[in-house]
Nanobody
Framework: QVQVVESGGGLVLAGGSLRLSCTIS????????VGWFRQAPGKEREGLSC???????FYARSVKGRFTISRDNAKNTLYLQLNSLKPEDTAIYYC????????????????????WGQGTQVTVSS
């Protein structure tokens, strides 16, 4: 059984930083592409970033240059470093694992991901 558990969310002032973590068990983590999404109230789930088995990374335009995705295969853990946070970054952040080892052209599509965590709340105050 695959388990996906996010942590690291919280309340932060605008301009601040957070690091989100996601531990995935029950699948061959090192062979899977994994990514981060977020969903704000009343909005669709937004793909933020994806990292392939080979550590190739993809970012949404809205977060490129501020967020950094990384993975530690030895720990089966995915990370998202959030810097220069803005109030509009407030959302529930989700970690997800793809069905394959590459992110591909559709990396930001939720349907491409098979396993999801429960999410962690990030709130940025102005």
């Amino acid at each position: 059984q695959v388990q996906v558990v996010e942590s690291g969310g919280g309340l932060v002032l605008a301009g601040g930083s957070l690091r989100l973590s996601c531990t995935i068990s029950g699948l061959r983590f090192r062979d899977s592409a994994v990514g981060w999404f977020r969903q704000a109230p009343g909005k669709e789930r937004e793909g933020l970033s994806c990292i392939s088995w080979a550590h190739t990374t993809f970012y949404a335009r809205s977060v490129k240059g501020r967020f950094t995705i990384s993975r530690d295969n030895a720990k089966n853990t995915l990370y998202l470093q959030l810097n220069s946070l803005k109030p509009e970054d407030t959302a529930i952040y989700y970690c997800a694992a793809r069905r394959d080892d590459l992110c591909g052209d559709s990396w930001n599509g939720p349907l491409e991901y098979m396993y999801w965590g429960q999410g962690t709340q990030v709130t940025v105050s102005s």
